[in-house]
């Protein structure tokens, strides 16, 4: 291991400062890494709506643009499964290469893609095309990178750190709102349109390139994962049955429930509210960017809070709590938000409702990698994480149908109402973890829950 003395079967060091090169490495990385994971996740949503006439044509421009959303979103359980399982057989670091350099690749693929007036429709089919592989690709990184990040936090520190990775997704929305905001301005709409919007791909592409040489340099798998070699070797590769049906199978439907909850709420309250603000508001393109990037820095700020604070409250009781609010005030604030007429109304109940609803994400990296032993847990981190994004992945198909009874507004509100509810249901059929319970070496805490039961674990914060 490069820069330490300890050997793979050592301890995890119990503070920060007996860390070595290599695991504070991977820490920095993992929320470094997060961000420009989110950077390619969020691209399309903000960067290609000023550009889709041209990309897609006058004709296919209103419809395309969720579809190149709901694309990555699709491969992204494709590359939760299949990485998941890479990571857990040969090592997370070299699994994040992989992972990083075939993002960067189909940033820069998007980034040279001809314009609708030389491809017709195969601009757009590229452009599908290369965001479900790049949606593979992501999963890949952040089932492997993230794992690798709470192995090698210490126990104290798990949720902390967790808040910080994660808080990386609305960091990353706000700088590409505000880059957006910044292009249109100084370019103008018409070459924003014409080229512009490759700048920003391009950049991503950078950003990848930069945490692979990272990567490849500094950081190296936590000593728990060699410790995993040596405790394993006599027994079968745990697989996917073992996931669905099998030893984990309790943990991970219930880690898709929870799951299943929480992406409702950001596909309601992060990508239908960033198109409802420029349609229902009449905010400008520049308008709505601006209101975004604010209501994400707020996010971002609450969100690694949650992560500290439920290492004080136990994540379970941080979950209900955070699911109960969202079921019931998130509905409320969303119909305020859309119907604001003025710029800094709509920035701060937009704000608002992604405090209430998907600042809840802050654990989920430390409550996922607890719930799953270091032989499973990249394939259980991936699967559960991306896996359960699917069926709220579909609303641009489901939501027209919900519409007719309940309203353009109404419907949206229901599924506000729904996710807030799962997240509760989820986290109350998860295990009752204190702080003392999670204030352990990380397999301790995963075998701990496993032999005892989801609801034989102590409850209560210290």
């Known amino acids: 291991m490069r820069g330490t003395h300890m050997l793979p079967g050592s301890p995890i060091a119990t503070t920060e ?11 920095r990385a993992g929320v470094v890494g997060n961000w420009v994971d989110n950077i390619h996740v969020f691209l399309p949503l903000t960067a290609l709506a000023p550009a889709m006439v041209v990309l897609a044509g006058p004709a296919a421009a209103a419809s395309t643009g969720s579809l190149i959303v709901v694309a990555m979103l699709f491969g992204r359980p494709v590359g939760g499964i299949v990485f998941g399982r890479i990571s857990d057989r040969l090592g997370r670091t070299r699994t994040t290469r992989v992972a990083i350099a075939g993002t960067a690749a189909c940033a820069l693929a998007i980034a040279v893609t001809p314009t609708h007036e030389i491809l017709g429709a195969g601009t757009i089919a590229l452009i599908l095309a290369l965001r479900f592989l790049g949606g593979i690709f992501v999963a890949g990184e952040y089932s492997a990178a993230i794992p690798l990040a709470m192995e090698w ?22 700088s590409i709102a505000f880059s957006v905001a910044m292009l249109l301005m100084m370019l103008g709409p018409d070459v924003y349109s014409a080229w512009g919007w490759r700048l920003l791909f391009v950049l991503g592409a950078l950003a990848s390139i930069g945490m692979l040489i990272y990567y490849s340099r500094q950081v190296s798998d936590a000593p728990v994962f060699h410790r995993r070699d040596r405790t394993t070797s006599a027994r079968p590769r745990a697989g996917m049955r073992d996931l669905l049906a099998g030893r984990w199978a309790s943990t991970f439907w219930q880690v898709f429930l929870l799951m299943t909850g929480l992406w409702l709420l950001t596909n309601t309250t992060v990508l239908l509210l960033t198109g409802r603000l420029g349609t229902d508001t009449g905010l400008s393109a520049t308008g709505v960017s601006m209101a975004i990037g604010i209501a994400s820095i707020v996010q971002a700020v609450v969100m690694a809070l949650a992560g500290h ?23 409320l604030v969303w119909w305020l938000a859309v119907t604001s007429q003025s710029f800094g109304r709509a920035a701060v109940l937009a704000a608002v409702l992604q405090v209430i609803t998907v600042s809840a994400y802050g654990p989920v990296s430390a409550y996922l990698s607890e719930r799953f032993p270091t032989e499973v847990r990249s394939t259980g981190y991936g699967m559960g994480y991306s896996l359960s994004l699917v069926l709220p992945a579909l609303y641009p198909f489901y939501l027209p149908w919900l519409e007719a009874p309940l309203g353009r507004n109404g419907s949206v509100m229901a599924l506000i109402g729904l996710g807030g509810g799962l997240l509760v249901l989820g986290a109350a059929l998860g295990p009752r973890l204190s702080s003392r319970d999670t204030d352990a070496d990380i397999d301790t805490v995963a075998d701990g829950v496993r032999e005892r039961g989801p609801m034989q674990t102590t409850e209560g914060a210290r």
């Open 17 to 27: 400062e007996s860390l070595p090169p290599a695991g504070r490495a991977a820490l």
């Open 153 to 174: 936090s210490r126990p104290r520190r798990r949720g902390l750190m967790s808040g910080l990775i994660l808080s990386m997704a609305p960091w990353a929305q706000a």
């Open 309 to 331: 604070l439920s290492t004080r409250t136990g994540r379970r009781t941080l979950f209900i709590a955070w699911g109960l609010v969202a079921a019931v005030l998130g509905p």
